[in-house]
């Protein structure tokens, strides 16, 4: 799914730099500079009868309410320990995510450990469907246990965790298994429309496997679908996976790559993120688990939801994704934008910092067609899983279409039903941006551009057949006016002299 998109529009956008005789962009590894939003505390360490919280999940309701499911850790061999007595609580916000409430038990531990949340939201009826594992403490050794539980009034009562070990093609549950965590989904695109998908990992044998489960019957049944076991050879262990549908109905898969935990700065962290794809509604991969080498992260779960889609009434395709952003520690929290549906990623840099300290596993929700809700474990130096917090990112926080974070849209124009092309600016480097972002015909190879021109220097234009979007091209323009547009589906913008100054 890898192409050179990215480059070519960098390539633009470092013409542009060099007419301007700026320095050039710092390397995709650079994390970004501040942190661009605020946050609350929605769990927090030795309160409400727990030692700790950890492994958050995110929902919204049909009611509007957004549901915080995370772990409420008691004993185990260590402070908030992965196995001991743990609940799997949630808290609820009326007010998209301002104030919580006070801590439900979902699932009571009773001495075991009950967790791994992963929550699907049903649109056509509000079901809420809540996948999560059973590990035995307390009681004889059971492995880890897939089951799934359902509420159908909003998340205020749920039925009985039913066992899924089975249904899943297990003969007995295996020694590892996780099912997500992060909210699964609901396909909405294509012949598979209605199926809820999710991720899981397990290992058997010392095989380690990434898998997308499913279930046609609004999560009653469940069946384990694409599933991928790399040969040790592939330095490649797929877990912790979060799922996105993509524009075209195919579900991506991106996953934890466990197998390079050992050399977390392997290659400058470039090969401690993978991902699949499933062209058939999750059944199987089209594409298996390979190096996601765009996102540098440490080995630690992270989350991807979409934020906007042309054909649910967005102006443009953005995906996100939220991690940590430092190879060797789970440290400043980051969210990235993708403009071509998973095929290239933002760097740190153009990225937004959502927290600067120590922080680990997150979740996201859509709030709206121009905001997200980020769901995150944070903390200070040294205690990343200190609290779990509650973050919105905006299309202004995230930046402007592909130039990246810093950057605000200070004009546009539509070329008819074809696109947008995007004028923007960044107060902080003194550099205008141009973007052509494609409405129609987005996937396809079509004629796409953007330039940009400041008064008194050569033209910087991107142009060629893209399937997304045209750009960025950048250049400094301070005291001077720009004349910038683009063309896409035959129409194009050309902007009188003008923004000057």
């Not at 121009?370 to 205690?383: D, I, Q």
Request: hydrophobic share 40%; charged share 15%; glycine share 12%.
């Amino acid at each position: 799914m890898k192409f050179t998109r990215v480059a070519q529009g960098l390539f633009a956008a470092l013409v542009a730099i060099a007419a301007a005789g700026a320095i050039p962009a710092p390397s995709l590894a650079a994390p970004a500079a501040t942190a661009a939003v605020g946050n609350t505390v929605v769990y927090k360490e030795k309160t409400e009868g727990y030692d700790c919280f950890r492994i958050p999940a995110v929902v919204k309701a049909n009611n509007g309410d957004l549901l915080a499911f995370a772990e409420g850790r008691n004993g185990g061999a260590s402070f908030c320990n992965d196995s001991g007595d743990i609940d799997l609580v949630v808290k609820r916000s009326s007010d998209n995510g301002k104030t919580w409430s006070a801590p439900k038990v979902v699932i009571e531990g009773f001495g075991d450990t009950k967790g791994n949340p992963t929550p699907i939201v049903l649109p056509s009826t509000g079901r809420i469907v809540l996948l999560s594992v059973m590990e035995c403490v307390k009681n004889p050794d059971c492995n880890r246990i897939p089951r799934v539980s359902l509420s159908d009034d909003h998340g205020q009562t749920w039925t009985a965790p039913k066992v899924l070990t089975t249904q899943l093609g297990f003969g007995t549950a295996p020694g590892w298994l996780a099912t997500g965590p992060s909210h699964g989904i609901v396909l909405t695109r294509g012949a598979h429309a209605g199926r809820i998908v999710a991720g899981m990992s397990y290992t058997i044998g010392g095989a380690n496997s990434g898998a997308l489960i499913y279930s046609d019957d609004q999560g009653v049944t469940w069946k384990r679908g694409a599933t991928d076991t790399p040969a040790p050879s592939a330095a490649l262990n797929p877990q912790e996976i979060s799922v996105t549908e993509l524009l075209d109905g195919r579900v991506y898969a991106a996953a934890r790559n466990q197998a390079n935990n050992g050399d977390k700065c392997l290659s400058g962290g470039a090969k401690n993120r993978a991902y699949a794809i499933s062209s058939d509604g999750g059944a199987s991969f089209s594409t298996e688990f390979t190096f996601e080498e765009d996102l540098i992260t440490p080995v630690v779960q992270a989350s991807t939801a979409r934020m906007t889609a042309t054909d649910k009434a967005g102006k443009y395709n953005r995906i996100l994704f939220a991690a940590p952003s430092v190879c060797d520690r789970r440290k400043e929290l980051v969210v990235r934008s993708s403009f071509d549906e998973g095929a290239n990623w933002q760097g740190n840099s153009a990225g937004t910092l959502v927290w600067s300290g120590d922080a680990a596993y997150s979740d996201m929700v859509q709030l709206s067609s121009g905001s997200v809700g980020v769901l995150y474990e944070a903390g200070p130096a040294g205690n990343a899983n200190e609290t779990i917090r509650f973050s919105t990112v905006t299309e202004t926080t995230l930046g402007a279409p592909v130039c990246g974070g810093g950057y605000g849209v200070i004009d546009s124009a539509p070329l008819g039903a074809a696109g947008t092309v995007y004028l923007s600016y960044n107060a902080s480097n003194g550099q205008n941006c141009v973007s052509t972002m494609k409405s129609t015909a987005a996937g396809t190879a079509t004629a796409t551009s953007a330039y940009l021109e400041v008064q008194g220097a050569s033209r910087s234009t991107d142009s060629g057949s893209f399937a997304w979007f045209a750009g960025p091209v950048r250049a400094a323009a301070a005291g001077k006016c720009v004349r910038w547009g683009g063309s896409a589906g035959g129409v194009t913008y050309n902007s009188p002299s003008e923004h000057c100054g």
